[in-house]
Each structure stands twice: as C-alpha cells, then as structure tokens.
C-alpha cells in the first residue's frame, strides 16, 4: 500500500528547470531555505537563525547568518558570477559556509526544482540545494516509535544493550522527536524540509562510545540531514536522497 505521503511524492517530485514554463510568477522566486551546500548539509544551532537565499526575478541575496551576500539569478544555462558581499568578520562555521557558497555559485551554470528542492548546478553536479519550509503536522500518522532497519554505508548495524534496535520517537503533535544511535540519546526539531522529515537543531548527550557506534552516530545523524524525502511505503519509514535508501525503520513492537 502507498501511504498519502508517497502519493503527495508522486505529485509533487516533478522538475522544473524553468524552461518552457507558462507565463506567470516563476516557482523559483522567493524565500528558501538552504540545505546543502556542495553536498554538506549545514546545520545551524539552536536559536541561530536558518541560512536562506532569495530569488526576486533576476537577482538573488542570501544571508547566512552574518553577511549579505547579492548577484544575478541568471536565465538557464547561463553562468551566475561572482556575488557581492559585505565585509564583518562571521564565526565559525559561518564563514566557512559563506566562502563554500561565494564558490559554488561562482561555478554555478543551471538550476531546477525537484522532489520540491531548489537544486543549483555547476556542469552535473549539485553544488547547493534549498527548500521552503513546511508543516510538520502532515505527517501526524508517523508518530510513535520506529526501530531502525537500514542504515546506507554501514555494514551492519549495532543495537543497544540488551540487542534493541537503535530507534525513533516521533511526537509531531508537538513538534518533538527524540531517540538512540546505539549509544547515545538524541532529541531533535523535526521540521518539513520541502519533502523531508528533517532533524533539525539535534543535541545528545556525551557518553563516551566505541569508535563503530561513534561512526553509525554519526553516519545516522548525517542521513537525516542529507535525505530530500520521506516516505511511508508498507509500514516503513524511509529517508531518501534522489533514489538512495539512507535510512529505513519499520514500527517498533
């Protein structure tokens, strides 16, 4: 059975490059909310404000967290150029964000939408990805708790003490989710991150683990900031990136 979500998917996860569509407001203008850049989610902490870029016709701006940056939103296939930017001095990582961004746009030649995410290329590869936020509570049915079943790049996977699974709790009634990566407590914001259920603002706690929970930690963590969807298909809970299985839960018992 295909759940609402897969359907919405379905729907919604056509590309738009801009090329032969219908007169009328473009569906690249306005606010997004930048994921990814040259493959790097970017994750900001709690209370610091979310990294975006806005299209208004032939111009773009993004703000990052401390500088303005402006240049031209070109017409397809067309070069970006350079960006002009102000001048303050930005913490880490924010100025290591903003320099990875002058550079990809620099390269940038092309753009699309797809799976609801603002994809800006350079040749073939994706070098920034963005998305508008969403309501969480589209995906009330999800909430309960998920055992973890597939884990991309690892494996096998390693389970807690006592041989549960690491695991998901999903409270989206109130915006909440916690859960355990096989050795350490997580809680999170989830946020609707275009098609994604994203993990947003995620804290632990510090136990020290073995170096092979450490890697499937982080390994889990990085899969919920890199997938571009997420999908109920037959009782299972899956995180996507184009169509890479990263990450897949079935109901807990």
Known sequence: MISAAMAASMLTGCVLTGEGEPEGPSPFDGQWTIGEINGEALLPLP??????????????????????????????????????????????????????????????????????????????????????????HQWLSWDGEWSLTVL?????????????????????????AHGNSGCNQFFATPTAAGEALQLAQAGATMVMCPEHLMQQEQLMMQHFANANRTVEVDGKLQWWQDETLLLEFVRSQ
């Not at 389970?159 to 999903?170: E, K, W």
Request: glycine content about 12%; overall charge negative.
């Open 47 to 136: 209370r610091q404000a979310a990294p975006s870029l806005t299209v208004q016709g032939e111009q773009l701006n993004a703000n990052l967290g401390c500088n303005r940056l402006n240049g031209n939103w070109p017409q397809q296939g067309k070069p970006f150029g350079p960006l002009i930017s102000t001048r303050m001095g930005c913490p880490a990582p924010i100025d290591q964000w903003e320099a990875s961004l002058s550079q990809a746009l620099t390269e940038a030649d092309g753009y699309r939408i797809a799976h609801s995410r603002l994809q800006i290329f350079a040749g073939e590869a994706v070098v920034l990805e963005g998305y508008r936020p969403g309501d969480v």
């Open 152 to 176: 991309a790049g690892a494996s096998e996977i390693h389970g807690l003490f006592g041989g549960r699974a690491p695991y998901l709790v999903l409270d989206l009634d109130r915006v909440q």
